[in-house]
């Protein structure tokens, strides 16, 4: 059983259609990637199943229950985190209140959290406006985790970043995967995603149009839908 699934998902701006059918769906311990180029739907799909954009068809089910159309706190309450586009780290403050403003009880804790980031150890008392962007978007990977969510969404994680922090990104990744963490992650670097991702969607124009491994979304394939 999914432990996220999406089925026939439409969502609209307005009058404007921008989902025409997505569907996908994340298994307990499964990473999976979400691709596709600019525009295809790939924020809007993690909008309607945060509820953050209420979507007009389609189902959304998460542990279980039917989150379409729920409120966003009630759908993070069930143990969804968000690392949003542009991180949205609190700017005013530290390191260590960015992390326990929204901390929940359970096995991520500051001090694992600092084991997956030394950097931020480093930093603790720094307030957060003052931090790279590479360090603002470990805290905000780290502040989601704080929620101890079963569900981990990550949008464009490592986009415009320094390679040495990406790579540093990519490695908390394959620390969360051995550790069974379950992760939805958007991002375009597909020679750093695809090692890491055991399931691949891809949409074009709001509609998902490939649904597989890894291994499966050959070079024709990444050609057709993820080529400049």
């Given at each position: 059983?999914?432990?996220?699934?999406?089925?026939?998902?439409?969502?609209?701006?307005?009058a404007s259609q921008a989902l025409f059918g997505v569907?996908?769906?994340?298994?307990?311990?499964?990473?999976?990637?979400?691709?596709?180029?600019?525009?295809m739907g790939k924020t809007?799909?993690?909008?309607?199943?945060?509820?953050?954009?209420?979507?007009?068809?389609?189902?959304?089910?998460?542990?279980?229950?039917?989150?379409?159309?729920?409120?966003?706190h009630?759908?993070?309450?069930?143990?969804?985190?968000?690392?949003?586009?542009?991180?949205?780290?609190?700017p005013n403050l530290?390191?260590?209140?960015?992390?326990?403003?929204?901390?929940?009880r359970g096995q991520w804790t500051e001090a694992r959290v600092d084991e997956l980031f030394p950097r931020l150890a480093e930093r603790r008392d720094q307030f957060a406006n003052t931090?790279?962007?590479g360090e603002q978007q470990m805290l905000a990977i780290g502040r989601a985790l704080m929620t101890n969510p079963r569900l981990l969404i990550l949008d464009e994680a490592t986009e415009g970043l320094a390679p040495v922090i990406r790579r540093d990104i990519w490695s908390a990744l394959r620390?969360?995967?051995?550790?069974?963490?379950?992760?939805?992650v958007v991002d375009k670097t597909l020679a750093e995603l695809l090692p890491v991702?055991?399931?691949?969607?891809?949409?074009?124009?709001?509609?998902?149009?490939?649904?597989?491994a890894p291994q499966a979304l050959t070079s024709e394939l990444q050609d057709r839908y993820l080529g400049v």
């Open positions: 059983m999914s432990l996220l699934e999406v089925e026939r998902l439409e969502t609209f701006y307005g569907s996908l769906a994340v298994a307990e311990g499964e990473v999976v990637a979400l691709m596709g180029r600019n525009g809007t799909t993690i909008r309607s199943i945060l509820g953050l954009t209420r979507p007009r068809g389609g189902r959304i089910d998460f542990a279980g229950a039917r989150i379409a159309g729920m409120r966003p009630r759908i993070a309450r069930l143990g969804i985190g968000l690392v949003p586009e542009g991180r949205r780290c609190f530290t390191v260590r209140e960015n992390l326990v403003a929204a901390a929940r931090l790279s962007g620390t969360l995967k051995a550790a069974g963490q379950s992760i939805l991702a055991d399931r691949c969607f891809v949409l074009e124009k709001g509609v998902t149009v490939f649904d597989g």
